[in-house]
């Protein structure tokens, strides 16, 4: 079973940093879009950053100039390096990520989600 598994969530402090992990664990073919979205407490889903396949990557206006998104091709995995972090970037972070567990299937995957928590 394909899946997504995060990691690096937690409580810092205005200013400081975290670095968001994420894996595609399981059998698969191909992976094409992966990104990172959040939501704060009382707001919608809002996408962070994303990146393709062959490195094109696209940023929030919020967080631009601040957060860095990468990936690493042979381990599947997507990384957010969030830097100068504010008290509104609070919220839980997803992954997400365009799989295909064989050649001609296609899924959407989320991850369980993890909690950032910017204190000011």
């Known amino acids: 079973q394909v899946q997504l598994v995060e990691s690096g969530g937690g409580l810092v402090q205005a200013g400081g940093s975290l670095r968001l992990s994420c894996v595609v664990s399981?059998?698969?073919?191909?992976?094409?879009?992966m990104g990172w979205y959040r939501q704060a407490p009382g707001k919608q889903r809002e996408l962070v950053a994303k990146i393709t396949s062959g490195g094109v990557t696209n940023y929030a206006d919020s967080v631009k100039d601040r957060f860095t998104i990468s990936r690493d091709g042979p381990k599947n995995a997507v990384y957010l390096q969030m830097n100068s972090l504010k008290s509104e970037d609070t919220a839980v972070y997803y992954c997400?990520?365009?799989?295909?567990?064989?050649?001609?299937?296609?899924?959407?995957?989320w991850g369980q989600g993890t909690v950032v928590t910017v204190s000011s």
């Open positions: 399981g059998p698969i073919f191909r992976i094409d879009v």
């Open positions: 997400n990520a365009g799989v295909s567990p064989v050649l001609a299937d296609f899924l959407e995957l």
